[in-house]
Structures are given as C-alpha cells and as structure tokens.
C-alpha cells in the first residue's frame, strides 16, 4: 500500500511524497510488511512487544530490543548499536507483528547477545548520515575502476556506510575465492575509513539492487521474496517450456524464480496424464507422441513412418489404451478415439466500444464535394441580389 500522496498529479505526472523512500508510512520501500494489528489494542495487563524492526539501505533489515522503552512508530529514525559505534535505520514495524517476523526468521528474542536501540535520531545524526549517503556513488565508481586495474574478478555491486559514517561496506559478487587484501589497502588509503568486504550472491545482487522484471513489473526479489528456493531445468521441462538460457535466466543470471510458481500446479495435473515416452501399440502400428496440451488433458500421436498425421484424444482415452496394452490387447487403431483436430479458430468480438466501423471517423469523399457546392452556391446568391438592386 502506498501513502496518500503517492497520487497522480497534473498532466498525469506521478506525484509522489518526495521523500526518496523515507516517507513516514514506510510503504514505498522495499519488503515492506503491512502492520494489520496497528488499530487492535493489547488485553489488559499485557505489556507490549519490546523489539522493533529497522531498515536500513536497500532492504536490509535487522531487529533490535527496545530496552530505554522508548514510544517507537513506524517511519521513526533511530540509532541503533553496531559492532563499533552506531547506526542510523528506519523502524518498520512495531509490536505483535515483530514477534511473528522474528518467529519466521528463527530469531529467538531470549537471546543473551542481542542488539538495542540507543536513541531516536537527533538532528546531527541525521545529517551525518545524510552525507555519508551521498557518498557511496562516487566512491562505487572509483572502487570498481581500483578493482578493474587489480584485474580482480569481481563485481562491486553496492557500498553501504554506517549510519555514524565510521565504516564503509563493499558488497561484492564473484564466481571464485578473490584475494581481496591489496584491493582493500587501496580502499582505505583512497577513502579514508575503515572497510568491510561482504560477498553476496547473484540473487541477493538483484534483490538489493532492483528493477523491472520481463513481465513488466519490479523484480520479486526486491519486493517481497525473501527466501530464494533453488530452481532447475526440470522446472521448465514440467511446464513444457524451451530450454532458452536468454528467457529463463532474469537478471541476476540465474533461473528466474517464478518458474517454481506454478510447477505444483504442472505436478498435480501431470499425474493423470500417461508420460510421452509410452507407446501405443494398435493393430495398424505403434503411435509415438507428439505433443501433450496438460491442462485440457489433450495428447496427440503419430504412428511410426506417418509422422505428418497426428491424432488427438484425450488423457482418459490414452490411459484406456495403455491397460489394453498391459493386458497384451491391441485396437484396432487411434482413429476409433480420435478427436476432430479441426477446430473453430474465429473469434468473435464483441462490440465495446459503440462503433461497427474502425473508419467512421474518415469522412466520405462524395459528402465533401455536397458541401463544396452548397458553399459554392450560398456565396454567389448575395451577388445576385446586389446586382438586382442597382
């Protein structure tokens, strides 16, 4: 859900908050959870959930115990413990819903070694986060020029400073081990502040950076996926789809994970469908599939050396065929269960818009020669009364 001002402004230009993914509803940014128990009040006697979730650049997100009691919402910044100094994020959920996330996430919150909030954000911490923000882009091109002249296969894909600007994070990718330490002596002798080197995979890649998928809408891993399942060929084959690198891969250059979207789907339907490899086996001679349609449950086959001759029935049928098979009874042939392949393919459109005619804007020519001459005549006729006058 986005906040009020996310509306359409003139010209149909996007309005939009301004805030740059800051706004105070928090529902703009990345994984957002929506907090449903925000209007339900806590039974009497019942204390409220002491840890918060904060955000902080790209998705990221951490929780920390509320231990000063202090009257936390969502779209408050905070300051919050780091290994060295502090960090500045953005809470994001409050209450009950906290405790279901940290459940989810196999976080216990009876830990001994737990991370607390300081503080709400004063003005100077804000402004010193601020500008260590803007200077994460200049410094990802110059690190990525320092790796290119280490000839160090990797990819410098985000850099991410903490919140008190006393610690940069280099976020990388690579296929192999990458020996790092002259890279890094370069980094703080060119940057000036301490380094963490941190490697992630392809699709965290993709889901910290973001973008349009090929279905036109923002990849899921940037929205709202969070556990990446591992995703095969197989899943393709099941839903009969070509084995193209170009289509199946996304952008982080692996197998695109909505092909495990509907495979349960393909799984279940393919159960009652006799697998492609089975033969039927007639008195006219074996027939061979050819093509399986698996949610109209439709196959057809060809008989060996008549290859151009396809014959469509249906899964039930080909089932039928397969138990005569088993039991060593043949048909007489597919003809006897074969289906029409001819089918009515006209499509019949249905008038939407009020108008038969895609040309009933285009003027006839013969109507605009009518006119012509009825402009024609009106302008001569006040000539002619003049002339009668004098």
Not at 33 to 42: G, H, I
Not at 116 to 141: G, L, N
Request: include cysteine; glycine fraction near 6%; charge should be positive.
């Amino acid at each position: 859900m986005a906040c009020g001002t996310c509306s359409t402004g003139k010209d149909g230009q996007p309005k939009g908050c301004k805030n740059n993914g800051t706004c105070g509803t928090d529902s703009c940014n990345k994984h957002t959870v929506f907090d449903w128990l925000a209007n339900m009040s806590l039974p009497n006697g019942e204390k409220p959930f002491n840890w918060v979730e904060v955000r902080f650049k790209n998705g990221r997100k951490d929780y920390y115990k509320n231990t000063e009691n202090l009257t936390l919402a969502i779209g408050d910044v905070v300051a919050t413990q780091a290994q060295s100094g502090h960090d500045v994020g953005m809470v994001t959920l409050t209450g009950e819903l906290v405790r279901v996330q940290m459940k989810r996430k196999k976080i216990s919150e009876d830990t001994e070694d737990f991370m607390k909030i300081y503080r709400k954000a004063s003005q100077k911490d804000i402004d010193i986060w601020s500008s260590a923000r803007d200077k994460e882009e200049p410094m990802k091109v110059k690190a990525r020029q320092l790796a290119i002249d280490l000839k160090l296969q990797m990819k410098i894909s985000d850099i991410e400073f903490q919140g008190d600007a006393s610690k940069a994070t280099f976020y990388y990718t690579a296929e192999e081990r990458v020996d790092f330490r002259e890279l890094i002596k370069l980094f703080a002798r060119e940057f000036r502040t301490r380094i963490e080197m941190k490697q992630v995979g392809f699709r965290q890649e993709a889901a910290r950076l973001g973008g349009i998928g090929s279905c036109g809408r923002e990849l899921c891993c940037s929205t709202w996926l969070t556990d990446f399942r591992s995703v095969s060929t197989s899943a393709a084959r099941y839903q009969q789809l070509s084995l193209n690198p170009q289509k199946l891969a996304g952008q982080c250059g692996k197998l695109k994970c909505c092909l495990n979207y509907e495979l349960d789907s393909y799984l279940d339907a393919l159960r009652e469908i006799p697998k492609p490899e089975i033969k039927l086996y007639t008195k006219k001679g074996t027939a061979v599939c050819q093509k399986t349609d698996i949610f109209k449950g439709h196959l057809w086959y060809a008989y060996e050396g008549e290859w151009m001759n396809w014959h469509k029935i249906t899964k039930d049928q080909a089932n039928e065929i397969i138990a005569l098979n088993k039991k060593k009874e043949k048909i007489a042939s597919l003809e006897e269960y074969a289906q029409d392949l001819i089918e009515d393919t006209k499509t019949e459109f249905e008038n939407v818009v009020g108008q038969d005619s895609l040309t009933r804007f285009d003027s006839p020519k013969g109507n605009t020669k009518r006119k012509n001459n009825r402009r024609n005549k009106r302008r001569k006729k006040p000539q002619n009364k003049k002339n009668n006058a004098k």
